[in-house]
């Protein structure tokens, strides 16, 4: 029996609105001290499972390219203060359309 990856749907605005509202947490969670590394994989590994629930792949070439510097901003440190996930999120939506 194969797996068949699901259809994408089109994003409604609140849709859109949960996805933000995942991603600006996990931005406010970054600032906390001593915790970037963590919040930084848990959020990587987060946001895209959010995004395969509406069937979209983060993982496609050209919408993987903002989730690879996200994660590579989340990692670095002194970047933090970036809001890494909120952007990455808003460009792959806006790739989604």
Same mark, same amino acid.
Request: without cysteine; hydrophobic residues 55%.
């Given at each position: 029996?194969?797996?068949t990856? &699901?259809k +994408?749907?089109t994003?409604r605005?609140?849709?859109?609105? /949960?996805?933000? &509202? /995942? &991603? /600006?947490?996990?931005d406010?969670l970054?600032?906390?001290?001593?915790?970037? #590394? =963590? #919040?930084?994989? #848990?959020g +990587?590994?987060?946001? !895209?499972?959010? =995004? *395969?629930?509406y069937?979209?792949n983060? =993982? *496609?070439? %050209? %919408?993987?390219?903002?989730?690879i510097?996200?994660?590579? /901003?989340? #990692?670095v440190?002194? &970047?933090?203060?970036? !809001?890494?996930?909120?952007?990455?999120?808003?460009?792959i939506?806006?790739? *989604? %359309?």
């Amino acid at each position: 029996m194969e797996h068949t990856p &699901a259809k +994408q749907r089109t994003l409604r605005k609140r849709d859109m609105a /949960v996805l933000l &509202a /995942v &991603a /600006v947490f996990f931005d406010i969670l970054s600032l906390i001290p001593g915790g970037i #590394v =963590f #919040v930084g994989v #848990v959020g +990587q590994m987060v946001i !895209p499972f959010i =995004f *395969s629930r509406y069937g979209i792949n983060v =993982f *496609s070439l %050209k %919408k993987s390219v903002p989730y690879i510097i996200g994660f590579i /901003v989340e #990692v670095v440190p002194g &970047a933090r203060l970036l !809001p890494a996930f909120t952007l990455e999120t808003l460009i792959i939506i806006y790739m *989604s %359309k």
